[in-house]
């Protein structure tokens, strides 16, 4: 597996993962279609720039093309000021198979190399089992349950943090 800067040609994946009611389920539900090319537009700009790591999850190094989801780190402002945020997404064909916790680890890790970002914060649906099992699993620290807002929604989630130095190998 390897994780690689998301590319142009990753519409259909972000279509895939956004717009579909099932895997947008724990999110408030699917994402209108248009607009996707854009997302993908500025999720490409700002990889380039090192702003935003969005890596796409690459189950077979031969095959970059075939993706298993998301996994993305970016900063951003919340009122209690800024922070560091990790969320990953994994299409239904490969759940279940490990690669969404790989992918978390592998980006932790290459934060912990970088050293700028600090703490990780996730903030998965308090209903979303497997990614809060990712949280526990990878060492990151439970802060509660708070309401964050997401695609112009305000979703009831899980608040975890990581020290990307102390996650386990």
Same mark, same amino acid.
């Given at each position: 597996?390897?994780?690689?800067?998301?590319?142009?040609?990753?519409?259909?994946?972000?279509?895939?993962?956004?717009?579909?009611?099932?895997?947008?389920?724990? !999110?408030?539900?699917?994402?209108? /279609?248009?607009?996707?090319?854009?997302? =993908? %537009?500025?999720?490409?700009?700002? +990889? #380039?720039?090192?702003?935003?790591?969005?890596?796409?999850?690459?189950?077979?190094?031969?095959?970059?093309?075939?993706?298993?989801?998301?996994?993305?780190?970016?900063?951003?402002?919340?009122?209690?000021?800024?922070?560091?945020?990790?969320?990953?997404?994994? !299409?239904?064909?490969?759940?279940? /198979?490990?690669?969404?916790?790989?992918? =978390? %680890?592998?980006?932790?890790?290459? +934060? #912990?190399?970088?050293?700028?970002?600090?703490?990780?914060?996730?903030?998965?649906?308090?209903?979303?089992?497997?990614?809060?099992?990712?949280?526990?699993?990878?060492?990151?620290?439970?802060?509660?349950?708070?309401?964050?807002?997401?695609?112009?929604?305000? !979703?009831?989630?899980?608040?975890?943090?990581?020290?990307?130095?102390?996650?386990?190998?």
């Amino acid at each position: 597996m390897l994780l690689r800067d998301v590319e142009y040609g990753d519409v259909d994946a972000y279509v895939r993962m956004r717009c579909d009611p099932v895997m947008m389920g724990e !999110l408030g539900g699917p994402l209108p /279609r248009e607009g996707m090319e854009e997302k =993908v %537009r500025r999720d490409v700009g700002r +990889a #380039r720039a090192g702003t935003d790591w969005t890596r796409m999850i690459v189950p077979d190094p031969a095959r970059p093309e075939t993706v298993a989801g998301t996994v993305t780190l970016w900063p951003h402002s919340t009122g209690a000021g800024p922070i560091s945020e990790i969320g990953w997404m994994v !299409l239904p064909e490969f759940q279940g /198979r490990g690669f969404g916790k790989r992918g =978390v %680890r592998m980006l932790l890790d290459q +934060a #912990r190399d970088d050293g700028r970002w600090g703490l990780v914060h996730a903030f998965p649906a308090t209903t979303n089992a497997p990614s809060n099992a990712i949280c526990r699993g990878l060492g990151f620290r439970f802060l509660g349950e708070e309401d964050v807002p997401f695609a112009d929604r305000v !979703l009831r989630s899980n608040h975890w943090v990581v020290d990307p130095s102390a996650v386990p190998a």
